[in-house]
């Protein structure tokens, strides 16, 4: 059901003034029952319990996001399942959670991943969580051996490709909705380098389930742009880190994005895949490592996650692991996401409504 609000009456006081609000409703709202086709997506290893909430009661999809990988499976999922109270307990609208399911080199799905989707099945056998905890989004490697723990969860499932054809595949295997993300996005990003702007309309072509476009959105022409190519909604991953509404990311992290210029950004290899974030000392460390050859594969794991988490949480811009979408280079200010997610849908409509304005008759050409 949309989320629209009910007049009531109430004897003695005056019911608060209902405001209607313009939006844009897709499949992706409707399915969902929310009122703006916007998404935070999926920011771990970071807390976004705070944001995800902000980005839910502003009338979008929230994301909490997992912690830290390089703790032992069980430990991280009782941490995630405090994450999916804590969100709980601020919000009482729809929001997702978010699970890498890398696999190993022989396919199968890492212990830690497989411990965070079992975490948030069993979260929503819990019914209150279950009235808010709606989605899951899955990411990083293919869905399938996730699918079977999701599919008889209620959960609506949402999987993130960066082509075509993993969409497909993806579709065949079940998922609800599929993320198209392009190479331009912050974090996780692709082995093939396709840009928002060819996927955006070749993924739309070719799945019938909705379709969420991702990197480099950075407002209500985003959204319109989304829109225009074939897509259901627009998720966003950079822009919401620079809010006034994510308390648990220290400050330095959304100063340092605003103060990135363009092309300041670089794809070192995650743990599993390339992953987009700002230049820093630490990226060059790690570069340094890789090149000897001699650090294990968990002490370069080790070594990624710790810098991951002191840009997050200490601030440190220099020795830690940003990432960051190219979208950072545009961007100038802090935003509050209750202005922002109603005012991006907005802009979408009035960009929309320019555009139209732009068609004209005119006689052909003779001959
Ligand atoms: C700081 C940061 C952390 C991220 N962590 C994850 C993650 O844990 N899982 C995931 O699927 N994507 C992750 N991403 C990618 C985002 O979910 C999203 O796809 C991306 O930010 C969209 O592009 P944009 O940054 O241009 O908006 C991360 C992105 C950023 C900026």
Redesign the pocket.
């Known amino acids: 059901m949309p989320d629209r609000r009910l007049k009531r009456e109430s004897s003695g006081v005056a019911p608060a003034p209902v405001t209607n609000v313009s939006t844009l409703s897709t499949r992706f709202t409707t399915l969902l029952g929310i009122t703006h086709p916007v998404m935070q ?6 807390k976004t319990v705070h944001l995800a909430a902000a980005v839910s009661n502003a009338g979008g999809l929230g994301t909490v ?2 912690p830290g990988i390089s703790e032992a499976p069980a430990a991280g999922a009782r941490k995630l399942r405090g994450y999916i109270e804590q969100a709980c307990a601020l919000t009482e609208r729809p929001f997702a959670v ?1 699970i ?1 399911v890398g696999a190993d080199k022989h396919g199968n799905v890492l212990p830690f991943s497989a411990a965070y989707v079992g975490a948030v099945v069993e979260a929503v056998r819990d019914r209150e969580i279950a009235r808010r905890l709606r989605v899951i ?1 899955t ?2 490697g293919p869905p399938a051996a996730a699918r079977r723990l999701i599919a008889d969860s209620g959960l609506v499932h949402i999987h ?1 490709v960066g082509g075509t054809r993993q969409a497909v595949r993806a579709a065949a295997e079940g998922v609800d909705m599929v ?1 198209a ?1 392009g190479y ?5 990003t692709h082995a093939r380098p396709v840009h928002t702007f060819v996927l955006g309309p070749s993924v739309s072509e070719a799945v019938r389930c909705p379709v969420i476009l ?4 950075r407002d209500g022409r985003g959204l319109a742009a989304a829109l225009a190519l074939g897509a259901d909604a627009v ?5 919401f ?1 620079a809010s006034h509404d994510n308390p648990d990311w220290h400050p330095a992290y959304a100063e340092r994005i605003l103060r990135a210029r363009e092309g300041e950004d670089i794809v070192f290899q995650a743990l599993y895949g390339p992953s987009r974030a700002l230049m820093s000392a630490a990226i060059d460390e790690l570069a340094a490592m890789e090149a000897t050859g001699s650090w294990s594969e968990e002490a370069l794991t080790h070594f990624k996650d710790e810098r991951l988490i002191a840009a997050q949480q200490a601030g440190d811009m220099t020795g830690g692991i940003l ?5 950072a280079g545009a961007l100038q200010d802090l935003i509050h996401v209750a202005e922002f997610v109603p005012g991006m849908v907005r802009d979408a409509i009035a960009v929309l409504a320019q555009v139209r304005a732009h068609i004209v008759t005119v006689s052909p050409l003779p001959g």
């Open positions: 997506e999926g920011l771990g290893p970071y996001s997992i978010n890498p989004t990411s990083a993130k993320i993300s331009e996005a912050g974090g996780h991702a990197g480099g959105i998720a966003l991953g950079t822009r880190v990432p960051c979408g190219q979208i």
